[in-house]
């Protein structure tokens, strides 16, 4: 009788503890409140702290999208080409977009972006706004060959040696538009014999994602 009896308290608290483990694996399945996770509660897993490159690129992304956009707004004003006014409408459409989507990864990461372009940016756009529109269009055309060639590498930088997933994520999809970017403007340089930098060179044949080759050009008599 007392090996039944053993047997059957055995029993119990086995039953006990399986039950006491099934319960506590369905609330560790379930918010505090006792509600299951929305889908949309979710974008962030997998998230680490930025680090001091993920911050310092995203602030000459920033940077740099800035100066783009006011460029590209002055070109439009001020270039007599309809090609530098077409490459200046691609990049002002190409930067404004990658703009927003970095605004959206610093506000979910709690970090504050410049609202304005650098001193050295600032300086140039003073100096081109006074510029005849001959002048203006090859010095548009150099710069925009120098800087989009620092651009580039400070997205591969980012997609290297960045730390935070989302941030990484977000330069690795923006780096082939900025190549695309990069390729036109050596092509509309090439057609107005306009000196850039030898590295730009190298990325004469990239188009933006999607875009056919040929797609978007002007015939060579046209400027």
Request: hydrophobic share 40%.
């Amino acid at each position: 009788m007392f090996k039944q009896a053993a047997a059957a308290i055995a029993a119990v608290g086995a039953f006990a503890v399986l039950g006491s483990a099934t319960a506590a694996q369905a609330g560790a399945a379930q918010t505090p409140s006792g509600q299951m996770p929305a889908s949309g509660q979710m974008r962030h897993e997998g998230s680490i702290t930025l680090n001091a490159m993920d911050r310092q690129f995203m602030m000459k992304a920033a940077q740099g999208n800035i100066a783009e956009i006011k460029l590209g707004q002055l070109a439009l004003k001020k270039s007599q080409s309809e090609r530098v006014r077409a490459l200046a409408q691609t990049i002002i459409q190409g930067h404004t977009k990658g703009h927003n989507e970095l605004k959206q990864t610093a506000m979910q990461h709690n970090v504050k972006l410049p609202q304005d372009t650098d001193a050295r940016h600032k300086a140039m756009y003073n100096r081109m706004a006074k510029m005849s529109p001959a002048q203006f269009d090859k010095m548009y055309v150099a710069g925009q060959a120098r800087d989009h060639v620092a651009t580039i590498r400070l997205f591969q930088s980012e997609v290297r040696g960045g730390r935070e997933p989302h941030v990484k994520a977000l330069a690795a999809k923006q780096l082939p538009e900025i190549e695309g970017h990069t390729g036109e403007i050596v092509r509309v340089a090439e057609a107005m014999e306009v000196t850039i930098p030898q590295p730009a060179r190298a990325y004469r044949s990239r188009r933006m994602p999607g875009m056919q080759p040929g797609a978007g050009q002007m015939n060579n008599g046209q400027m």
